[in-house]
């Protein structure tokens, strides 16, 4: 969603070790993960055992005949509501971007009649709250960090190796609509996307998607219906605090309605990859972020 941070992997493979970093090992003040997840209803901790392969295959097969894996109050509500207020107190310092694209999040192409879906702009207007404003023992920080989630998910995309983002400003950040926000229709450029809800907005800012449509004979007449505002194959997830969210939006159309009110919407955004050391270039960073450099060297080599 929005040229995004996870959803916008045009990462610049940039190889830097960050195995021994401190600022990539798990903080060890504050509720541990596994108090953060309720691990009786989603056995996750450990995806060998009986239960845990059970659950993380069942969300395998709902991820492929779906796109998407949601899990409702995945996380209790203690460690919610400490997350929540955590991620509000962040939120002041996200970073916003106001900008227009189309769904294929492609250039303009001068040459392509108006009235070509490409030619269609979306507006985007969403913050970001960078990984490195978050503090080291950030309950944040400690559940993406967490090896048990990562391998989870890694499990439920079919990816036997996953490794977590080793940008400094993109590797887990905080999405913030404020009152005016949304996202734009958009198919994502990365192949998958990790989220969780932390809070709703007072009004709008729901989640509304196509699925699976992409490459399909008909995609185009299906863009073409739903850019024209037609509902006939659009669905809204429901996705309330506590959900985490395991979405395929490459194949997805999918966008964020109006936000409005003063409650802000919340949504941190976990990023991964099959490759190691993966990291944004400086172009897509100073666009989300306003930035190219953490603002603490410390944050990569502490």
Same mark, same amino acid.
Request: with cysteine.
């Given at each position: 969603m929005k040229p995004s941070k996870s959803d916008d992997l045009r990462a610049a493979g940039e190889p830097q070790n960050h195995h021994d970093d401190p600022s990539m090992k798990t903080p060890d003040t504050g509720i541990e993960p596994a108090h953060m997840v309720d691990l009786l209803r989603y056995p996750i901790e450990d995806i060998t055992s009986t239960n845990g392969a059970a659950f993380s295959n069942n969300c395998r097969r709902r991820?492929?005949?779906? *796109?998407?894996?949601? =899990?409702?109050?995945? +996380?209790?509500p203690p460690a919610l509501d400490a997350l929540r207020v955590e991620a509000n107190r962040e939120s002041d310092k996200a970073f916003f971007c106001d900008s227009t694209h189309n769904a294929y999040l492609t250039q303009d192409d001068p040459h392509l009649p108006f009235d070509n879906i490409e030619k269609q702009q979306e507006s985007t207007i969403v913050g970001s709250v960078a990984f490195d404003e978050l503090g080291h023992d950030a309950l944040l920080r400690k559940l993406y960090l967490w090896d048990p989630l990562k391998d989870f998910i890694g499990r439920v995309l079919g990816k036997p190796s996953l490794y977590r983002f080793a940008d400094p400003l993109g590797a887990c950040s905080i999405n913030v609509f404020t009152n005016g926000g949304k996202h734009g229709w958009h198919f994502d450029e990365s192949e998958f996307t990790v989220t969780l809800m932390l809070q709703q907005p007072q009004h709008g800012g729901s989640f509304e998607y196509v699925p699976r449509i992409r490459g399909l004979?008909? !995609?185009?007449?299906?863009?073409?219906?739903?850019?024209? *505002? !037609?509902?006939?194959?659009?669905? !809204?997830?429901?996705?309330?605090? *506590?959900? =985490? =969210? +395991?979405? *395929?939006g490459s194949l997805t159309l999918h966008r964020v309605t109006l936000v409005t009110g003063s409650l802000k919407r919340l949504v941190p955004v976990l990023c991964y990859s099959e490759q190691t050391d993966q990291k944004n270039s400086d172009a897509v960073r100073t666009l989300f972020w306003g930035r190219a450099k953490p603002i603490r060297q410390q944050t990569a080599h502490d």
């Open positions: 991820y492929l005949q779906s *796109g998407l894996c949601a =899990l409702p109050d995945f +996380i209790k004979p008909n !995609e185009r007449q299906i863009v073409a219906s739903v850019l024209r *505002g !037609e509902r006939d194959h659009v669905l !809204e997830l429901p996705f309330n605090p *506590g959900t =985490l =969210l +395991i979405f *395929g």
